[in-house]
């Protein structure tokens, strides 16, 4: 199980109760047997200091010694006193700051975070993207404006709970209390969990990977395996530490929060699917293009375009050909020229874009294979039908919500042992993860499209012939990294 201790050195006042968690004193957490030996353990430092050596810095640096989940970590130590960092802040944030700050009228505001929280229900977002960029139980951001009318993030520190003002106490144990009791299962669970996982999931995501009822059994396959699963959202940045795996069921993608996340994951040592090496690789098709060559992976001919080799590129693939920007998805950014207007219109708004596309030979099918893979073999076989009247599997052409065709899934077995083999290999060159692998047949050999990081699993599709089992295999395979680590 989980152990929650609250490390402090002034226990006096954290004398209120928080369910499942124990408040210990320093010198208790770092002197007491019995407490080394702990196993998933996490450990919210509420030390006054955490200057060089003392009792507080030691918390945090002996807690990773042990394995334990400390927050803050030392480096969340080191970056708070980093000024330099504070000039970094994202632009997203920095909008954040000006719009939460903008009814100020002093030239100076301290904000103080509490369990990503703050007292002020209109400063909370702020609060906990602080938290999330600085992980620690306790802050106080302080904020200056120049003579630009304009706000920036002057100092952050983390604060003890002798530092919390005496009005505030009531508000921060209920924080706390909230804190550490969300997520809780209402059901009584049949074995206690060695794990924990989180589960992150965007629910505004128009095609996302795994609809509820797929995460639901995803939740419950977990608990099979001795994990406790909940979902989270991009705004639990902050709280990656606390677990020992992360599960990424939102769309990916590189410049945006699903691989801050994963890096994030992947640094704590937690065990994550999709990997960050797996996001990067699967979401460029310019990658792709030269991973399937390297590695002699059957495609339909390519052409990586530049502007240098941009007026040679019909010679080699003929009309009509596809145009694919290097990070398209679900057939958005990817483009069918069938005339030389077409393609020199398409070529030039599309290298505007990246330096580098792709071009390929158009490759008709009424379907194409999907085969999802997990640990180097196969796990489900789809065939995802194009869209009616259209050359994709999602249609964007109309107004309003794409449309998309319909498929089915079949027994790996009843799948052509030829396609299943091909996209084992192109799996194979991207990682050991989760993956999706799409195949056409050109003539009577597969051609692999693409592989995807992140690939659907719904309810009713992708699971119809194994139902609980895939669920249950995905999550057998977390316990088996989460085992090995």
Excluded at 162 to 167: K, L, M, R, T, W
Aim: net charge neutral.
């Amino acid at each position: 199980m989980n152990h929650i201790l609250l490390v402090t050195d002034n226990p006096d006042r954290w004398n209120f109760h928080i369910p499942s968690a124990t408040v210990v004193t320093a010198r208790q957490y770092l002197t007491d047997p019995q407490i080394q030996r702990l196993r998933h353990c996490r450990v919210y430092n509420l030390c006054r200091h955490y200057r060089y050596q003392s009792a507080g810095y030691y918390v945090s640096l002996l807690a990773e010694a042990r394995g334990h989940r400390p927050i803050p970590k030392i480096t969340t130590l080191q970056d708070l006193k980093t000024s330099s960092i504070y000039r970094d802040i994202s632009s997203d944030l920095d909008d954040l700051i000006q719009k939460s700050l903008a009814p100020l009228q002093s030239d100076s505001f301290t904000l103080s975070i509490y369990f990503t929280r703050n007292t002020a229900k209109r400063y909370e977002r702020l609060a906990r993207q602080l938290f999330n960029m600085f992980p620690a139980p306790l802050l106080r951001a302080e904020f200056k404006r120049d003579a630009d009318h304009r706000w920036s993030l002057s100092n952050i520190s983390p604060i003890s709970g002798a530092a919390v003002p005496p009005e505030h106490q009531e508000t921060v144990e209920r924080f706390a209390c909230e804190y550490f009791s969300r997520g809780n299962l209402q059901v009584r669970r049949r074995i206690q969990p060695r794990f924990s996982m989180a589960i992150l999931a965007d629910p505004g995501d128009p095609t996302p990977p795994s609809d509820p009822k797929a995460l639901q059994r995803f939740i419950r396959a977990a608990e099979d395996q001795s994990i406790e699963a909940e979902l989270i959202t991009r705004d639990d940045y902050g709280s990656l530490a606390e677990y020992d795996a992360l599960f990424i069921r939102s769309t990916t993608v590189v410049n945006n929060y699903t691989f801050r996340f994963s890096r994030r994951a992947q640094s704590e040592g937690l065990v994550v699917i999709d990997d960050p090496d797996s996001i990067v690789r699967c979401a460029n098709k310019v990658f792709l293009a030269e991973s399937f060559e390297r590695n002699h992976v059957p495609a339909p001919k390519t052409v990586i375009v530049h502007k240098d080799n941009k007026n040679l590129v019909l010679m080699q693939l003929g009309l009509p050909c596809i145009l694919k920007q290097p990070d398209s998805s679900f057939s958005q950014g990817v483009v069918k020229v069938k005339t030389r207007e077409e393609y020199e219109a398409a070529i030039d708004a599309l290298l505007d874009k990246s330096d580098l596309i792709i071009a390929q030979e158009f490759v008709p099918t009424e379907f194409d294979w999907r085969i999802g893979i997990l640990d180097r073999a196969p796990l489900y076989a789809c065939r995802y039908y194009m869209a009616r009247g259209h050359w994709q599997i999602y249609d964007h052409s109309k107004k309003g919500s794409a449309r998309f065709g319909r498929c089915d899934t079949l027994p790996v077995a009843d799948a052509p042992p030829d396609v299943v083999q091909t996209a084992l290999k192109a799996a194979h060159a991207i990682g050991d993860g989760l993956y999706g692998v799409d195949v056409k047949m050109l003539g009577d050999r597969p051609v692999v499209i693409e592989v995807n990081d992140n690939p659907s699993i719904e309810s009713g599709i992708e699971d119809h012939v194994l139902k609980d089992a895939l669920y249950d295999t995905v999550m057998a395979s977390f316990r088996r990294r989460l085992e090995s680590t």
